[in-house]
Structure formats: structure tokens, C-alpha cells
């Protein structure tokens, strides 16, 4: 036993939660990410549903860093927590909030109300989220696929797609339309009540 402990080094496992370096000693190999988080970190925006990675209602972005950062949306409820050792973990908590700053996912899923009883809705925004970082300028099939991974048994998912449409590019005859540019206007019109 002690000659395997000294083989690999170390007993520790070492990852990031939202910036926080997290040093977890002999952690609990049955674990998994999202109780972990739950219960000894209390970030409860990720949501326990399915328990078996169906509903996405769980979905955190995990990062390695390798030769570039390779970002990936994750059911956090089928992560073992042994799996993470030198990964870093954001959730819904790390990307903004009303107490700090909205993240602009966070922002257009509010303004196209495609949130009703909430309960999905982190892990739809960290789908999005992570869909981002790997693609600034996703184009909408990009957007659907991001979201296969994820259920909503409120809204429905036209107000969601329409929140997120507007961080996609239309491709046509060459030029590139950045669709957000538009709806940004037309929401800074609407808020700030400038004439046309």
C-alpha cells in the first residue's frame, strides 16, 4: 500500500471551482461532481434531477488546460469526483449573478423569459456557456446541439433559442451578420427609450 501511495505520488486530488483552488484528501471514490458540490461546497444553482444524465439539469463547464483550454459541458451528476484532478469546474455561480453582474447568458435567457419555475434553466445557461467559450460566433445548429443534452418540461424551448440566437452569426453571400449586434440595439432602444 505505501508503495503505491509513493508511486503516484500523492493522495490529494487538486481542481478549480469557480477560480478556487480545492485540495480534496482521500476523497470518496463513489462521489460524484455534483454532490460535491452540493453538499461540501454548497453551490446549489447545479440541480439534482435525473440522476442519470438525461435532463442536463446538472450541467457544469469543466476546463483542461493542455496545449490550449478545451472547455466541456458536463453532467456534473455522472462526474466522479476522482476524475477532476487538475480540472477546473465553473457553474452557474462562477459566471455571474444578481448580487454581482448577470452574465450576458444569463442576461438574454431573462430577457426572452425563458425561465419559469428555473429549475432547468443553470444548466441550459452553462450549455450555452460552454458552447461560447469553444465558439464565440456559433452558428444555430451549433446552438441546438449544445442544448441536446438538455430538458425544459416549462417553457418549452422557443423562448430559449430565441435568447440565444442572439449570440449567433447568419452566414450569407459572404458577409457574416453577427445577430446580437441587432437585438442589442433594439434592447438598449427599448430600455433606455431612444427614438428611432
Known amino acids: 500500500m505505501a508503495d503505491s501511495q509513493n508511486r503516484t505520488g500523492s493522495d490529494e486530488l487538486i481542481f478549480f471551482v469557480n477560480g478556487r483552488k480545492i485540495v480534496e484528501k482521500n476523497p470518496d471514490p463513489e462521489t460524484t461532481l455534483l454532490m460535491y458540490l452540493r453538499r461540501k461546497l454548497g453551490l446549489t444553482g447545479t440541480k439534482l434531477g435525473c440522476a ?8 457544469v463547464m469543466l476546463s483542461r488546460y493542455q496545449a490550449e483550454p478545451q472547455h466541456y459541458a458536463v453532467n456534473a451528476c455522472l462526474a466522479p469526483l476522482c476524475s477532476l484532478h487538475l480540472v477546473a469546474v465553473t457553474t452557474v455561480e462562477g459566471i455571474g449573478s444578481v448580487a454581482r453582474k448577470l452574465h450576458p447568458v444569463q442576461e438574454r435567457i431573462a430577457r ?50 430565441e435568447g440565444y440566437k442572439t449570440f449567433t452569426v447568419v452566414r450569407t453571400d459572404g458577409f457574416v451578420f453577427l445577430v446580437s449586434v441587432t437585438l442589442t440595439c433594439l434592447y438598449q432602444r427599448r430600455d433606455h427609450k431612444l427614438s428611432p
Do not use: K
Open 112 to 161: 426572452s423569459h425563458g425561465s419559469q419555475c428555473g429549475f432547468c434553466t443553470p444548466g441550459i445557461v452553462m450549455s450555452m456557456y460552454a458552447l461560447l467559450r469553444n465558439n464565440p460566433t456559433p452558428n444555430m445548429a451549433d446552438v441546438e446541439e449544445a442544448f441536446q443534452g438538455n430538458l425544459c418540461r416549462c417553457t418549452g424551448y422557443r423562448p430559449i433559442l
Open 52 to 59: 442519470e444524465g438525461g435532463c442536463g439539469a446538472c450541467t
